[in-house]
Nanobody, 118 residues
């Protein structure tokens, strides 16, 4: 299984951005998918996840209302839309997957850097 996050870049405070996570090496619909982020000097944190067919989602309380996770199993791609971006959203964003609906995430992609300027 391989994952590749993309879509990061330099944006201004208040902007929106949509990140993509491309999946390969298996049946995407068999995998629960999550987005994590790691800000400079901070621990990695989970920001959202989505069930195999997209029927269930979870969001970090801190980001709820500003982010939306989705997936298109036909395209083997998951997305993270972020609105009203703030400088404190600056981080490397990663996608990860697992077969189960609980437990550790087994497969990780390289991150994509999001930088929000004030």
């Amino acid at each position: 299984v391989q994952l590749q996050a993309s879509g990061g870049g330099l944006v201004q405070s208040g902007d929106s951005l949509r990140l993509s996570c491309t999946f390969s090496g298996g049946d995407f619909s068999d995998y629960w998918l999550a987005w994590f982020r790691q800000a400079p000097g901070m621990q990695r944190e989970r920001v959202a996840d989505i069930s195999w067919k997209g029927g269930l989602t979870w969001y970090s309380d801190y980001l709820k209302g500003r982010i939306t996770i989705s997936r298109d199993n036909a395209m083997n791609t998951a997305y993270l839309r972020m609105d009203s971006l703030k400088p404190e959203d600056t981080a490397v964003y990663f996608c990860a997957s697992r077969l189960s609906d609980h437990g550790q995430y087994d497969y990780w992609g390289q991150g994509t850097l999001v930088t929000v300027s004030s």
